[in-house]
C-alpha cells in the first residue's frame, strides 16, 4: 500500500507481557516518529529514527520501551512487562527528510493491558 | 523547549456558519506549523502546513490556516463547516533540529 502500515491494529495484553508492534513506512521515507496517543489526547513523541540510526529516544517513558529499525525501513516498538498504564495508542509516522516535510500516520496500533 | 497550546477543548458551530480552531505555539527559531484531523478509531490526516511564504495557506477539504508572526498563532479556518468536519483537529509545531510537537486537541463538533 502507500500509506504507513501499522500492525497489529489491536492487542490485549496481560500486564507483565511483552509486546511487539510493526510500522512499515512509505517508501523512500528516512525519517521515521513513534508517537504515545492517549484517548482524547494528543501524540506524545517518543523516538525518532532517520534511516536506522535512532538519532532521539528521549520520549520513551521508562527502559521497558525499545525500538529498532536495522535495516533501515519497517521499524518494531517493544514494550516489554507491559503496565496498565502503557495502554494507548501507538501512533508511527514516516517522512523524507527535512524539517518541513511533512510527517504521515498510519492507523495506529491500540495496546490495551489489562 | 517547544510548546503548542491549543485554549479551546470543544468548538460548536452549526453547519454553513464559519469556523476557527485556535492554535498558539512557542519555539525558538524558525516554526513549522502544521494541522492535522482525526476521526475516530483512525490515525492522524494532514490538512495543512506553513513553512514559508504566504501567510494564509490553503489545504485539503476546503481549509486554510494564518499564520500570524506577531501573536505566534496558526488558526484553522474554513468558510462553510460541513456536517462532516466533525472531528478532533490536532495543530503541531517544528523548529530546525527538532521534533514535532502537538498540542492536546480541539474537539471540532458541526450541528445539522
Known amino acids: 500500500g502507500a500509506g504507513v502500515s501499522q500492525s497489529p491494529r489491536y492487542k490485549v495484553a496481560k500486564r507483565g507481557q511483552d509486546v511487539a508492534l510493526r510500522c512499515d513506512p512509505i517508501s523512500g521515507h528516512v525519517s521515521l516518529f513513534w508517537y504515545q496517543q492517549a484517548l482524547g489526547q494528543g501524540p506524545e513523541f517518543l523516538t525518532y529514527?532517520?534511516?536506522?540510526?535512532?538519532?532521539?529516544k528521549s520520549g520513551l517513558p521508562s527502559d521497558r520501551f525499545f525500538a529498532e529499525r536495522p535495516e533501515g525501513s519497517v521499524s518494531t516498538l517493544k514494550i516489554q512487562r507491559t503496565q496498565q498504564e502503557d495502554s494507548a495508542v501507538y501512533l508511527c509516522a514516516s517522512s523524507y527528510r527535512g524539517t518541513g516535510n511533512t510527517i504521515y500516520f498510519g492507523e495506529g496500533s491500540w495496546l490495551t493491558v489489562v | 523547549a517547544q510548546s503548542v497550546a491549543q485554549p479551546e477543548d470543544q468548538v460548536n458551530v452549526a453547519e454553513g456558519n464559519p469556523l476557527t480552531v485556535k492554535c498558539t505555539y512557542s519555539?525558538?527559531?524558525?516554526?513549522?506549523l502544521f494541522w492535522y484531523v482525526q476521526y475516530p478509531n483512525r490515525g492522524l490526516q494532514f490538512l495543512l502546513k506553513?513553512?514559508?511564504?504566504?501567510?494564509l495557506v490553503k489545504g485539503s477539504y476546503g481549509f486554510e490556516a494564518e499564520f500570524n508572526k506577531s501573536q505566534t498563532s496558526f488558526h484553522l479556518k474554513k468558510p462553510s463547516a460541513l456536517v462532516s468536519d466533525s472531528a478532533l483537529y490536532f495543530c503541531?509545531?517544528?523548529?530546525?533540529?527538532?521534533?514535532?510537537?502537538f498540542g492536546p486537541g480541539t474537539r471540532l463538533s458541526v450541528l445539522p
Open positions: 503541531a509545531v517544528r523548529s530546525y533540529g527538532q521534533n514535532f510537537v
Open positions: 529514527f532517520q534511516n536506522e540510526a535512532q538519532l532521539d
Open positions: 519555539v525558538s527559531g524558525n516554526p513549522y
Open positions: 506553513y513553512i514559508t511564504g504566504d501567510n
